[in-house]
């Protein structure tokens, strides 16, 4: 609770009043346009409760809305500029109707008696979790019971970290995906930020650049209980390969740590690199998978993912994982919503697969063009053949001064890298999920810039 008011400075102490910074899209100052700018107000507390020290830990904001606020700076400078946004990895092609029908048709049926259905199974609707096995574990035998039906990936890697609990030590690729850190510093896993090294202490960054070939030297990582590993890797577009993922279970497994594999991209792998953990002979032992329908389908707004917790994982005193992750579904989740379980069965049917494929072509299409621009203008482009990104490398340069300069310059949105980790600096990462023109005016702006 907090309101604007004027109060002299020696009264601050007795209220209890303390100054904010806020963005002045804040509801709390009123803002209807959305527009950024900041505005220092006068906050009067009303409660005794604490603010959870973890959470200020955490320092920046999380990395997207960091972008959007630049984004919005922007444009009310440039209200007449044509704003090109390659930076948030959001899809923007329509879900093919024969899913989206599914879905209405479900959501229609709920308004009669026979159709209505209330709360469904915690673990996920049994055809959905079936048709997921089938589809994407076929050759790995994965059971439907394994798999866990959820709202997104992004949100069970939350749930794994209530699991894990805060006395857990985490490694990262660096760069990665800010959740995995995030939600570690939100847990109580790690200490504080470091200023001169960017990074938390207590974590575990396993560099991933070309120098490695994007994979961590494993011979110099600390041993840490849980390994988050992201493949095809977002930022950096990298797929690992089968030999790569092998010499990760061998480690995880001489060091009885769990592997928290994020497999979101896994559509987009067009080589022979896995597109599951568990194509890795005993990693059902060592490891869980998240994955999800944002990008394979177009599912970012639906929201619907899954966890596969298989049955052999245990704790150090035997307990196995997926009772306890059954636990955290049950308790803090209550399922996913039946309508998008809808929509993943309508995505797994063979003309609902055979449609997102084809959604999945025209993104991996766009990858390609954005690829063949960067290399042409002689930079050094790495990703973009199993992922929807391309990381490009500005040696020398700061990643935020990159941002800004294409920003200012082409009006094109993209992240810097440095906002993955301090892996990142030097990189910018740049989306394949707009639509082709826009990728297409993208790259001639860029053409402009760099040539
Ligand atoms: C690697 C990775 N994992 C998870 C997510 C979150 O996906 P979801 O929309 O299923 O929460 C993203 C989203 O960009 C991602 O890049």
């Known amino acids: 609770m907090a309101m604007k008011m004027v109060v002299p400075f020696f009264l601050f102490p007795i209220l209890r009043l303390h100054f904010l910074l806020l963005h002045d899209h804040s509801p709390l100052i009123g803002n209807p346009e959305g527009t950024t700018c900041y505005h220092f107000v006068i906050i009067a507390c009303h409660t005794r409760v604490q603010r959870n020290v973890n959470l200020e830990k955490l320092r920046t904001g ?24 390659l930076g948030i990895g959001d899809t923007t092609k329509p879900i093919p109707e024969i899913i989206s029908v599914s879905m209405a048709e479900y959501a229609r049926a709920l308004s009669t008696v026979e159709g209505y259905r209330g709360y469904g199974a915690e673990q996920g609707n049994k055809a959905l979790r079936k048709a997921i096995a089938e589809t994407f574990y076929k050759n790995v035998q994965v059971k439907d019971s394994e798999v866990f039906v959820s709202d997104g990936s992004q949100c069970d890697i939350a749930r794994l970290q209530l699991l894990l609990g805060s006395n857990v030590t985490v490694a990262v690729q660096d760069p990665s995906f800010p959740a995995y850190i995030d939600t570690s510093v939100i847990m109580g896993q790690a200490g504080d ?23 961590p030297e494993l011979a110099k990582t600390r041993r840490t209980d849980i390994i988050f590993f992201c493949s095809p890797n977002n930022p950096t577009g990298y797929a690992a390969t089968r030999q790569q993922l092998e010499e990760l279970v061998k480690f995880a497994k001489a060091n009885g740590s769990i592997i928290i594999f994020d497999s979101a991209y896994a559509v987009y792998v067009t080589d022979d690199s896995p597109r599951s953990i568990f194509e890795i002979p005993g990693a059902k032992e060592v490891a869980i998978e998240v994955s999800s329908f944002s990008k394979f389908a177009g599912f970012t707004g639906v929201r619907l993912g899954w966890t596969v917790v298989p049955e052999e994982l245990c704790f150090s005193n ?18 996913a919503s039946n309508i998008a379980q809808a929509g993943g069965l309508a995505c797994l049917s063979s003309e609902g697969f055979m449609a997102v494929c084809s959604v999945v072509d025209y993104y991996r299409e766009n990858a390609k063009i954005l690829l063949k621009t960067l290399k042409s203008l002689g930079l050094k482009v790495y990703g973009g053949e199993n992922a929807p990104y391309v990381w490009a490398q500005f040696p020398g340069s700061k990643s935020w001064d990159v941002f800004d300069d294409i920003l200012e310059k082409a009006h094109v ?39």
């Open 193 to 215: 930020f470091e200023e001169k090294s960017g990074k938390f202490g207590n974590i575990e960054y396993m560099k991933c650049g070309p120098q490695n070939n994007f994979f």
């Open 62 to 85: 999380y990395l997207f809305p960091e972008i959007s606020m630049h984004e919005l700076q922007h444009i009310r400078k440039y209200p007449d500029a044509k704003l090109i946004n």
């Open 318 to 335: 035997g307990f196995p994982v997926i009772n306890d992750f059954n636990r955290i579904v049950c308790t803090c989740f209550n399922g």
């Open 413 to 451: 949105i993209t992240v810097p890298g440095s906002g993955f980790g301090p892996g990142g600096e030097e990189f910018m990462r740049i989306s394949a999920f707009g639509h082709r023109e826009t990728i297409l005016e993208a790259s001639k702006r860029l053409k402009g810039l760099f040539s």
